[in-house]
């Protein structure tokens, strides 16, 4: 009987060790998760430093983050719908719709309303896309492809194609361009923006939440998430962050088109997520590594520029670096098993 | 130690032409440490033979070396009287030696007569000949009993169809040795039900069987020979009719389980009643009223798809209700959400821990608080602190192993998820729990230590509903036993009456024994 036992805890400590063995590489696989994209991205930076003479000054980093305001907010908000196991491909769209309703309504009340009405329009999208998935239970996918249409020609419904000028309206263009410490607001509210929404998702019950609807949507409900509600949140939250985007845009050009953003802006907040490392399956991801992702996209384009690269190049190298980020996500999934 | 003696008698062999695989001391090491030392077995040409043993036993390492996945660093394989050395599963498979994977190896969108024929396309001049290969089907078919159609996409099939399509493509390819790897884990027990029967249709066939389970009975029902190892050791190989599980479970412990669950404690007959289910009517479930009291362990057991679980997640209010009424505490429970039912005080513990149970890829500690957020948090911001000392707490209280609990799910032993899961239940300090099947797919060990868990919560004055397709689980822990079949509850068995022939003749029951 003694010898048994003994036998036992001699097992158990194999387990253990092997274990331990697992945790090892489970830790530095996780770690590599985690730097996933700061590592190409702080490389990146220091060969445009290098390379590039005016890479390295405040301007043209300031100028980088104004330019990708908008497309942080909206893939910041992006990868909370991500973790949850859905899509958004309607930001582009709501993006359009909210900076011309913006305009719209600037033009003849004051600029409050019409941001507030903006908003409101990309919470209402938010909200229909999110409960056309949940209840209706249509693919993510297909609900908001759908609904990209459907706004996008209400927009076009709205301005009869025509520009919509928003520099004109008196205070509005200062919403997004207001100078503090040297920094536009418009990369302050951004700051603003993510960092909520990062910390949403990694210190809140709700982002716990939003982990385990798209991890494991079934396991979640039993265990006594409501799955459909914190769904319907983060298509909300995209809504808003789109049209907060849209009205970013909108105040920070001086105009804006119903055409604006559509496709490629959903395209490149979906690239922008996937480079950071966000799983497309769900339930897994995080704010400021999406934002490094945007970010580091952003670089290629301000590099190749600077550099004076065919523009062409940016596109295929683009293209490959995202299968590159997500081949990683897979190979990195399948050595977990 | 029970001495039975080793069936190396001839005999088989006439019956089943053929060659054995024979393995002669074979060893393996991984990074030092010893998976198999010295360990001789012979697989006969037709028979089913089932490797047994405790997680880390060897038994996986034995069935891998068998289907030529990993070369032994020692030893050697015959096959009939060639030697064999396997470098690769495809090597294996020329030899006629195929494996089942556990991930099933199907292309859905293609019909169940291509996935069979999948790379050995039936073709001439690179142009699939489909009538001869359905002809070639319906033989295959024909030979191994299945009732498969071949125009059906195969990812439409069950998983159990699945499976049978990857048996089918061994078959095609003329194996005479399959070898499964715990075949039955990922299916229902329905489906599991007709694993075994495709098992015993292969081994008629004259097809061997190497069969890896956990489950003792299915071992039991299945196989011509049992091989059971320990810690890399062969203990002994036995012929299955004379084996017994007890038998088998003392050659893999090295110890006899005489104490294979803990005393029971009876509760007080006049505790307060802390669950009543009323004429509860749900899809699957006709009817079933009783009532559980604080301390009690009411066993709920059944033949498959007696509606066991579907009475479990009525209950539990996941499922749609028709009618009938379930009080805890006295008060109605109503609505259609888990999250209210475990507020209320009533958790289950769901039959599947991969698919309904865990997140497999996140954390334990993650894992172990997703009910009670709450607890740990302020105005939706988790405290790491809090959440980490509380984790801690019942990790300890429900005996969770883990190196850290930083660790995903999927890195822990089945028996340290399940554990996990009841640690995330006494989170919620329900006066009601709901264990479906509690201990599948656990080791030995770890089941001892999931009875004791749900003993101690009952004397501490949980009401506790244990869900068991194992009839020695119902019957070792349970103070009250219902025998439910077609929905309805046939049989209450209470103290003494609770034997395995009273529950058997219930679940058989044709009408009601009121």
Same mark, same amino acid.
């Given at each position: 009987m003694s010898n048994a036992t003994e036998q036992n805890t001699i097992e158990s400590h194999e387990l253990e060790s092997r274990e331990g063995l697992r945790s090892g590489s489970a830790r530095l696989m996780r770690s590599w998760r985690m730097a996933g994209i700061f590592i190409p991205f702080l490389m990146l930076f220091i060969i445009l430093s290098v390379t590039s003479?005016?890479?390295?000054?405040t301007t043209n980093l300031i100028n980088i983050l104004d330019q990708q305001a908008s497309t942080l907010c909206i893939a910041a908000a992006g990868t909370l719908v991500l973790v949850a196991g859905g899509i958004d491909l309607s930001v582009g769209s709501t993006y359009a719709f909210a900076g011309v309703t913006a305009g719209e309504i600037g033009q003849h009340h004051s600029i409050f309303l019409a941001i507030g009405a903006a908003i409101a329009v990309g919470l209402l999208v938010g909200l229909i896309n999110g409960v056309i998935v949940t209840v209706f239970k249509i693919s993510p996918l297909i609900t908001t492809l759908a609904m990209s249409y459907v706004i996008q020609g209400a927009a076009l419904k709205v301005t009869s194609g025509n520009l919509i000028l928003t520099g004109t309206i008196p205070g509005f263009t200062t919403f997004a361009t207001a100078q503090f410490l040297g920094v536009p607001s418009a990369v302050w509210m951004t700051i603003v923006f993510v960092v909520i929404v990062s910390l949403l998702l990694s210190r809140t019950t709700f982002g716990r939440y939003v982990v385990a609807a798209g991890g494991n949507a079934e396991a979640a409900r039993l265990a006594g998430v409501r799955v459909g509600g914190i769904k319907i949140t983060t298509f909300v939250l995209s809504g808003v962050a789109a049209a907060l985007g849209g009205v970013i845009d909108a105040a920070r050009l001086g105009s804006i088109l119903a055409s604006s953003g559509g496709a490629a802006l959903s395209f490149t907040v979906l690239a922008g997520i996937v480079v950071g490392g966000t799983s497309i399956a769900g339930g897994e991801g995080s704010g400021w590594r999406t934002a490094i992702g945007v970010l580091f996209i952003a670089l290629i384009g301000n590099g190749f520029d600077l550099l004076g690269v065919d523009p062409n190049w940016q596109q295929i190298v683009l293209g490959l670096i995202l299968l590159v980020a997500v081949g990683l996500d897979m190979w990195a999934r399948r050595t977990r098993r | 130690m029970t001495d039975i003696t080793p069936? #190396? #008698?001839? #005999?088989?062999s006439a019956e089943h032409p053929g060659d054995d695989i024979v393995v002669t001391g074979v060893s393996k090491r991984f990074g030092g440490v010893p998976a198999l030392s010295d360990v001789a077995v012979t697989i006969r040409a037709g028979e089913v033979h089932a490797l047994i043993g405790e997680n880390g036993a060897g038994k996986s390492t034995l069935g891998k070396i068998i289907s030529g996945v990993i070369e032994p660093d020692d030893g050697t394989l015959t096959l009939g009287d060639r030697p064999l050395h396997l470098r690769s599963p495809r090597e294996a498979m020329a030899h006629g030696i195929v494996t089942i994977a556990q991930e099933l190896a199907i292309?859905? =969108?293609?019909s169940v007569a291509e996935n069979v024929y999948l790379g050995a396309e039936v073709a001439r001049g690179g142009f699939v000949r489909r009538r001869e290969a359905r002809r070639r089907f319906r033989q295959l078919v024909e030979r191994v009993g299945f009732d498969l159609q071949?125009?059906?996409?195969? #990812?439409?099939? =069950?998983t159990a169809d699945k499976q049978k399509v990857e048996i089918m493509r061994a078959l095609s390819r003329n194996a005479s040795f399959v070898i499964m790897d715990e075949p039955s884990a990922a299916l229902s027990s329905h489906e599991t039900a007709a694993l075994h029967e495709i098992i015993r249709s292969l081994a008629r066939g004259g097809t061997a069987v190497v069969l890896i389970s956990h489950f003792l009975s299915e071992v039991l029902a299945l196989a011509d020979t049992i091989t059971t190892l320990r810690d890399g050791h062969l203990v002994r190989t036995v012929d299955a009719k004379g084996a017994t599980e007890e038998m088998l479970i003392e050659g893999m412990l090295g110890r006899s389980l005489s104490a294979a669950f803990p005393e029971k404690i009876s509760a007080p007959a006049d505790a307060a009643v802390v669950l009543e289910v009323r004429d509860l009517k749900a899809p699957r479930v006709d009817g079933c009223s009783f009532s559980l009291r604080r301390g009690e362990i009411l066993g709920i057991a059944g033949l498959v798809g007696a509606g066991r679980s579907e009475l479990a997640r009525a209950i539990f209010r996941d499922a749609k209700v028709s009618a009938g009424d379930v009080r805890l505490g006295g008060d109605a429970l109503g609505g259609h959400s888990p999250r209210r039912s475990i507020r209320r005080g009533l958790v289950l513990i769901p039959e599947s821990r991969k698919e309904l149970g865990l997140l497999m890829g996140r954390s334990v500690r993650e894992n172990v608080s997703l009910s009670r957020l709450d607890l740990v948090s302020r105005l939706g911001w988790v405290s790491r602190l809090r959440e980490r000392r509380l984790v801690g707490q019942l990790m300890e209280r429900t005996t969770v192993r883990a190196a850290s609990m930083s660790l995903p799910a999927n890195m822990l032993s089945g028996g340290n998820q399940q554990k996990l899961l009841f640690a995330r239940s006494v989170m919620c300090t329900p006066s009601v729990l709901i264990a479906d099947e509690p201990t599948r797919g656990v080791d030995v060990g770890s089941k001892r230590a999931i009875y004791d868990l749900l003993t101690e919560m009952a004397r501490e004055g949980m009401g506790i509903i244990v869900i068991s397709s194992e009839l020695e689980e119902v019957i070792g822990l349970a103070h009250r036993v219902l025998v439910m079949r077609h929905g309805r509850i046939m049989a209450e068995l209470v103290g003494d009456d609770i034997h395995e022939e009273a529950v058997l003749a219930a679940a058989f029951a044709e009408t009601s024994a009121s």
């Open positions: 003479s005016a890479f390295l000054h | 069936t #190396g #008698g001839p #005999g088989r292309v859905p =969108s293609l071949p125009d059906v996409p195969a #990812g439409t099939l =069950s």
